[in-house]
T-cell receptor, first 113, second 113 residues
Framework: DAGVTQSPTHLIKTRGQHVTLRCSPI?????VSWYQQVLGQGPQFIFQ???????GRGNFPDRFSARQFPNYSSELNVNALLLGDSALYLC????????????FGDGTRLSIL | QQQVKQSPQSLIVQKGGISIINCAYE??????FPWYQQFPGKGPALLIA?????SEKKEGRFTISFNKSAKQFSLHIMDSQPGDSATYFC????????????FGEGTQLTVNP
């Protein structure tokens, strides 16, 4: 079975632009979470979606938004990009919303120039 | 109260030795404690996880020890191998907050041959 897949793998943007990152969860997984990992730090929680509804939001500005589709795939959108948004964006999926194994994709490396 | 503190920041161990990484938390509502391994350019991979009703869990060369009263948990890697060289993250989550993970700062492990 395929793991969590994310696209694109790398992306270069300039300040002020917007970006859309995509994630396909493991087959059968209904929960998708997004994390931001700045170089040298642990991942920071951004959003969790379950059954197409937002079930949690981390301490990130409104420039960050996400949604989950009927096939449980998800998009993370970031508007008005800042230099500080440069990071590895990780998607994780799990069967349900309760604490249990979350499986991560290899992320999208976003660089802001 | 949502923080998870991890130590040491870096660790060098000889092949065949025991690697020990420690984490401490403040929020007693945390009820799920996973450990992740991350190689450069890859997403975190789940190694092993424990819930607070268990004091120890072993899977192969990896063991989690959990001390509920001290609010601490640790990862022990027995017979460490050069292939174990990676960054390790502890994490914690709360059942009522879905499966959002709060990560430690990470430990960069180097196993010398």
């Amino acid at each position: 079975d395929a793991g969590v897949t994310q696209s694109p793998t790398h992306l270069i943007k300039t300040r002020g632009q917007h970006v859309t990152l995509r994630c396909s969860p493991i087959s059968g997984h209904k929960s998708v979470s997004w994390y931001q990992q700045v170089l040298g730090q642990g991942p920071q929680f951004i959003f969790q979606y379950y059954e197409k509804e937002e079930r949690g939001r981390g301490n990130f500005p409104d420039r960050f938004s996400a949604r989950q589709f009927p096939n449980y795939s998800s998009e993370l959108n970031v508007n008005a990009l800042l230099l500080g948004d440069s990071a590895l964006y990780l998607c994780a999926s799990s069967l349900t919303i309760t604490p249990q194994p979350q499986h991560f994709g290899d992320g999208t490396r976003l660089s802001i120039l | 109260q949502q923080q998870v503190k991890q130590s040491p920041q870096s660790l060098i161990v000889q092949k065949g030795g025991i690697s020990i990484i420690n984490c401490a938390y403040e929020n007693t509502a945390f009820d799920y404690f996973p450990w992740y391994q991350q190689f450069p350019g890859k997403g975190p991979a789940l190694l092993i996880a424990i819930r607070p009703d268990v004091s120890e869990k072993k899977e192969g060369r990896f063991t989690i020890s959990f001390n509920k009263s001290a609010k601490q948990f640790s990862l022990h890697i027995m017979d460490s191998q050069p292939g174990d060289s990676a960054t390790y993250f502890c994490a914690a989550s709360i059942g009522t907050s879905g499966s959002r993970l709060t990560f430690g700062e990470g430990t960069q492990l180097t196993v010398n041959p």
